[in-house]
């Protein structure tokens, strides 16, 4: 499993602890295992397909978001449980 922490190729604003409160209160939100959830997202980051990847969610925001410090992780982790949600 590709952890989020672990991914590379933009930069990150947030810290790693941040990150896994996030991906905690994510998976908590949705029913689903912090791993799934990081897992999940970690997809949408790294899979390259063209669909959604770490340079493409970085530039998905049209301003500054506080929510989301920025960072292309939980940017990716946003549009996941927007999905869910759905």
Do not use: C
């Amino acid at each position: 499993m590709t952890e989020l922490t672990d991914i590379e190729g933009a930069e990150f604003t947030a810290d790693d602890e941040r990150i896994q409160e996030a991906v905690d209160e994510a998976a908590d939100d949705l029913g689903m295992t912090p791993e799934k959830v990081e897992e999940e997202v970690a997809y949408i980051l790294d899979s390259g397909t063209g669909r959604a990847n770490n340079e493409g969610v970085a530039g998905a925001a049209a301003a500054d978001n506080e929510d989301t410090d920025n960072d292309p992780r939980l940017e990716a982790l946003e549009m996941f449980k927007l999905r869910q949600e759905l």
